[in-house]
């Protein structure tokens, strides 16, 4: 079998960790399997760089950004490869333009394009377990480029789909896929099996297990992914293309505290004002997710709809300068909203999910400000200093229930 396997930052923090995930990595070898290793930089070292690149100039350029954020997934490999070593197996250290990985020229947020994997099959091939770097890549002119936030989940997929790998295996501080965060819910049970596009939702969705971009690469692929600790032995969460999880129609139940609300009132309502204000955006570069608009009055209408807070200011600037394309009359925006969301197969056609979500908001007295749903899940955005309380309501509703579908 081939096994890609995936270690956090947290999981090679420092040598003890590192010698750790050496001793899993070659348990995994000695069991008879070719291994790829893919990895995170150590513990906080993307963050120090960054702040070091601040310290020397408040406005780093981002391709010399990315250069030096590179280092750190460097440094891991090349220790991983020596604790290998020391328990006298062959390792390899490959940055990820020596493993292939080519992206496009977008810095900070690259996106990978295609792998040439003939060194890493090389490698393979002489009995060496690969390690690559995590998180980078290199575009067309050799710049060094970094892949975004969960860059090294995105590259073990990436590399699990195009070496054709029997499994990818995602080790972090986690022992799986929770129905919530158990920080926060302490009643959270952990999943065994998770489809694709519910995993996909709860990433998107505020839940920081998995990133979004590499559950799309591993259901685009068919890429079987299991998410596990790199400190225990136990049993993690398989994510698949499964129809029904454990016979329940809601997976799992995600909060985004990093989401803002931006309403732009009095809208000439008028056709193509909502094609103005969210092509506008989508030039630009700005996600818009919960959506809501009005009823028309008096020629006018309001539409909401949230962004994420990092880029609050940006989309604000963004629609005072296009004020005569959308002609609206003024701006309202709240920065102190979360999102709840709710993730499971069916959840658009059983009306009793939505009914029992709603009843548990009010019976913690939690109003709602906006809603929105899709076929797998269902949104609400409330008060950010309600969302503990209200993802501990509506997940005790739904151990509680029993849901007729």
Do not use: W
Request: net charge negative; proline share 1%.
């Amino acid at each position: 079998m081939l096994i890609v396997q995936k270690f956090g930052g947290s999981s090679v923090a420092d040598v003890r960790r590192v010698e750790h995930a050496a001793q899993r990595i070659v348990a995994t070898k000695a069991a008879g399997n070719d291994v790829v290793v893919v990895l995170s930089a150590q513990g906080s070292v993307t963050d120090d760089l960054i702040a070091r690149a601040l310290e020397v100039n408040p406005n780093p350029s981002k391709r010399e950004l990315d250069m030096l954020m590179a280092t750190g997934e460097q440094q891991s490999i090349a220790l991983m490869a020596m604790a290998i070593h020391r328990l006298n197996y062959a390792a390899v250290s490959l940055t990820g333009a020596q493993a292939g990985i080519m992206s496009n020229s977008r810095y900070g947020n690259a996106h990978i394009k295609r792998i040439y994997a003939g060194r890493v099959r090389a490698e393979l091939e002489a009995q060496n377990i690969v390690i690559v770097a995590g998180f980078q890549s290199t575009d067309g002119n050799r710049n060094i480029m970094t892949l975004g936030r969960g860059g090294s989940d995105t590259t073990a997929v990436a590399l699990a789909a195009i070496l054709n790998a029997d499994m990818c295996e995602i080790y972090t501080d986690v022992d799986g896929i929770y129905s919530a965060d158990p920080r926060v819910v302490p009643r959270a049970r952990k999943l065994q099996v998770i489809s694709y596009d519910e995993m996909l939702e709860l990433s998107t969705l505020g839940s920081k297990v998995l990133h979004n971009r590499s559950v799309e690469l591993a259901k685009k692929y068919n890429v079987p992914l299991v998410v596990r600790s790199s400190f225990t032995e136990a049993d993690g969460t398989l994510v698949k293309e499964v129809a029904r999880v454990e016979k329940t129609l809601v997976s799992g139940i995600a909060i985004d505290r990093e989401v803002a609300r931006v309403s732009v009132i009095g809208i000439k309502d008028t056709p193509g004002m909502a094609f103005n204000l969210f092509s506008l955006l989508a030039r630009n570069k700005i996600c818009a997710d919960v959506i809501l608009q009005s009823v028309g009055r008096h020629d006018a209408k309001d539409i909401s709809f949230t962004v994420a807070r990092g880029q609050l200011k940006e989309t604000l600037a963004i629609l005072e300068a296009n004020r005569d394309l959308i002609v609206y009359d003024h701006l309202d925006f709240d920065d102190k909203v979360g999102k709840l969301s709710i993730v499971g197969a069916g959840i658009s056609t059983n009306l009793q999910i939505i009914s029992l979500m709603f009843e548990a908001l009010y019976d913690a007295g939690i109003d709602i400000q906006m809603i929105s749903t899709s076929e797998i899940k269902a949104s609400v955005l409330i008060e950010e200093k309600n969302l503990d309380k209200a993802v501990n309501y509506v997940h005790e509703k739904f151990a509680d229930e029993e849901i007729q579908e």
